[in-house]
């Protein structure tokens, strides 16, 4: 079968659909990724999973083995801030090492690494909240960039633009290969990113629920079951605002931010930790307890209506795409919808 659509972006990553796997802290490993691009899209390892890089330079080596030597990304997350003890430059070297054909930047400017990640041949998508970052992205070098949309699960920023006008918008100002991210879940949804100027778009949320994710059933069984309202922003008095799935510890967070917002940062941090730390949301992928643990989850969950193989889940996008394209041409044609 042709392909659907040819963009910047399949042109770009050498796929067959304009959909990028994001990086999912904990969640997108070898298994994930290669599912990913073996129903022709790109998926990124998240690096921030691995407790060193000799874990994160085995699960590169065995994820080429299942793409079959297909090329595949590695996602770089950085802190707003350089903080004593970050991993970054040991990644980019690992990745450099390695001959990774992709790497997928968010957090703060990837300026200083891009040298010698193009020195290595390897292509940059940085991932930004807001066209603003977006064009600053483009000014230092990368080769394409993600604009997230307010409805996107994970850190959609401060400003909290909806993802139809972060689109049109981006479409507007941005000149590099775009992708656009947040709440899109239907296929349907790429054929409107495309029109709106996109090049791609970026799936996390409605991916959870794939086998290859190696979490617990009950928690994949928890999103199939939530809607686009069992969501709840969180973490705005920090100033990383963070979109997780409505559970106790949302209600707890918003309590404390309620209670403490005025506090300084850092005895606020204090507060929260022990309710938003990477491990207590690990442990509910592990155990399936969803009542705790601040865990990414965005709008488009509506979407993850069953557990099934990543490459059914592309497929039904596919097809919804290809008659959301139907549609416009009859729309085109004078033909009455209802």
């Not at 193989?309 to 549609?327: S, Y």
Request: glycine share 10%; net charge neutral; with cysteine.
């Amino acid at each position: 079968m042709p392909a659907l659509f040819k963009t910047r972006i399949t042109e770009l990553f050498g796929i067959r659909l304009p959909i990028i796997a994001s990086g999912l802290q904990w969640l997108a490993n070898a298994d994930y990724v290669a599912a990913a691009v073996n129903a022709g899209l790109m998926g990124f390892i998240t690096a921030a999973s691995f407790i060193d890089v000799d874990a994160l330079r085995a699960e590169i080596r065995r994820c080429r083995e299942l793409t079959g030597g297909q090329p595949f990304g590695v996602n770089i997350s950085m802190l707003p801030k350089l903080v004593v003890g970050e991993r970054v430059e040991e990644i980019v070297d690992l990745v450099c090492e390695e001959g990774v054909g992709f790497v997928e930047t968010a957090g703060r400017n990837p300026e200083p690494y891009l040298p010698r990640l193009h020195a290595a041949g390897i292509k940059v998508l940085h991932k930004a909240p807001t066209v603003r970052h977006a064009r600053k992205a483009q000014a230092v070098g990368v080769d394409a960039i993600t604009v997230v949309g307010a409805e996107c699960g994970g850190h959609p920023g401060l400003e909290l633009v909806g993802t139809m006008v972060q689109a049109a918008v981006a479409a507007r100002d941005i000149r590099v290969p775009l992708v656009v991210a947040g709440g899109i879940g239907h296929g349907a949804q790429l054929v409107a990113a495309l029109a709106l100027g996109a090049d791609g778009v970026a799936i996390g949320t409605r991916f959870l629920v794939a086998e290859e994710i190696w979490a617990h059933p009950a928690y994949k069984a928890r999103l199939v079951a939530a809607d686009e309202t069992d969501t709840a922003l969180i973490m705005s008095s920090l100033r990383n605002t963070l979109r997780a799935l409505s559970n106790q510890t949302t209600a707890t967070v918003r309590e404390i931010e309620r209670e403490r917002g005025d506090a300084d940062p850092e005895s606020l941090l204090a507060a929260l930790m022990p309710h938003i730390a990477g491990q207590v949301g690990r442990r509910a992928y592990e155990t399936g307890d969803t009542a705790t643990g601040a865990l990414s989850v965005g709008q488009s969950v509506a979407f993850a209506d069953r557990v099934e193989p990543l490459a059914v889940i592309v497929r039904r996008l596919e097809d919804q795409a290809r008659t959301a394209l139907e549609r416009l041409a009859h729309i085109a044609q004078g033909v009455s919808l209802r």
